[in-house]
C-alpha cells in the first residue's frame, strides 16, 4: 500500500481504475450509439411502399426521397454515425492511456456537434412522420399512413433509433466532461 508524507494511502490507483472504467464505458455508449443512427439511416432509407390507385395501370409510390426532412433524417444520420465510427479508436486510446485530456475536450466538442446534428435531423422527421399520422386540416394535408401503413412504420420506427443515439450522445458528453473534471 502506499503511503505518503503523512501516513494516508494513496488514492492513485483507485482514480486510474475510474478513469479507465468511466473510458470503457464512453467506447461501449459510443457503439450503442452507432449501431443506432446506423440503423436508423439504414431503415428510412430503404423505406418505401407502392400503392395502386383504381386500376392496375395507375400507382402511387411513397419513397423517403419524396421528403427532403426524411432525405436530411438519412444524411445527418450518416454523418453521425462515421463520426462515431471515426472517434471510437480515440476511445480506445483513452482507454489505454487516460491522461488524455486535450482529445477529450475535442470529443466533447464534437459529441456536442453531432448532437445537435442529430436532434436536428430526429426533429425535422418527427414533424413529417406526425403529418403523415395526423393530417392537417388547415393547410389541407390529408393523413396518409391510412394507405401507406408500412412506409409509416418504417418512418417511425427508424426514429426510435435516432432518438436513442440522442440520449447516448449527451450521456457521451457528460461522460467526458466527469473524466475531465476529474483531472
Given at each position: 500500500m502506499n503511503t505518503d508524507e503523512?501516513?494516508?494511502t494513496s488514492k492513485a490507483p483507485l482514480r486510474?481504475?475510474?478513469?479507465r472504467?468511466?473510458?470503457?464505458?464512453d467506447l461501449v455508449l459510443?457503439?450503442?450509439a452507432v449501431v443506432g443512427t446506423l440503423a436508423s439511416?439504414?431503415?428510412m432509407g430503404t423505406t418505401n411502399q407502392?400503392?395502386?390507385f383504381f386500376t392496375q395501370f395507375?400507382?402511387?409510390?411513397?419513397?423517403?426521397s419524396d421528403f427532403p426532412a426524411f432525405t436530411f433524417f438519412v444524411v445527418a444520420n450518416s454523418i453521425v454515425s462515421a463520426y462515431l465510427i471515426l472517434s471510437l479508436p480515440l476511445s480506445i486510446v483513452h482507454i489505454i492511456s487516460s491522461r488524455a485530456k486535450y482529445s477529450r475536450l475535442i470529443l466533447i466538442l464534437s459529441d456536442a456537434a453531432m448532437l445537435?446534428?442529430?436532434?436536428?435531423?430526429a426533429s425535422a422527421a418527427a414533424a413529417i412522420v406526425y403529418l403523415a399520422h395526423k393530417g392537417s386540416a388547415r393547410a389541407n394535408w390529408f393523413a396518409i399512413c391510412q394507405q401507406f401503413d408500412s412506409f409509416c412504420e418504417r418512418t417511425s420506427g427508424s426514429l426510435i433509433g435516432s432518438f436513442a443515439a440522442m440520449v447516448l450522445l449527451i450521456l457521451l458528453i457528460l461522460v467526458s466532461a466527469i473524466s475531465l473534471a476529474r483531472r
Amino acid at each position: 500500500m502506499n503511503t505518503d508524507e503523512h501516513g494516508e494511502t494513496s488514492k492513485a490507483p483507485l482514480r486510474r481504475g475510474v478513469s479507465r472504467g468511466v473510458s470503457i464505458l464512453d467506447l461501449v455508449l459510443r457503439v450503442i450509439a452507432v449501431v443506432g443512427t446506423l440503423a436508423s439511416a439504414i431503415a428510412m432509407g430503404t423505406t418505401n411502399q407502392t400503392l395502386p390507385f383504381f386500376t392496375q395501370f395507375i400507382w402511387f409510390k411513397a419513397r423517403y426521397s419524396d421528403f427532403p426532412a426524411f432525405t436530411f433524417f438519412v444524411v445527418a444520420n450518416s454523418i453521425v454515425s462515421a463520426y462515431l465510427i471515426l472517434s471510437l479508436p480515440l476511445s480506445i486510446v483513452h482507454i489505454i492511456s487516460s491522461r488524455a485530456k486535450y482529445s477529450r475536450l475535442i470529443l466533447i466538442l464534437s459529441d456536442a456537434a453531432m448532437l445537435a446534428l442529430v436532434t436536428a435531423a430526429a426533429s425535422a422527421a418527427a414533424a413529417i412522420v406526425y403529418l403523415a399520422h395526423k393530417g392537417s386540416a388547415r393547410a389541407n394535408w390529408f393523413a396518409i399512413c391510412q394507405q401507406f401503413d408500412s412506409f409509416c412504420e418504417r418512418t417511425s420506427g427508424s426514429l426510435i433509433g435516432s432518438f436513442a443515439a440522442m440520449v447516448l450522445l449527451i450521456l457521451l458528453i457528460l461522460v467526458s466532461a466527469i473524466s475531465l473534471a476529474r483531472r
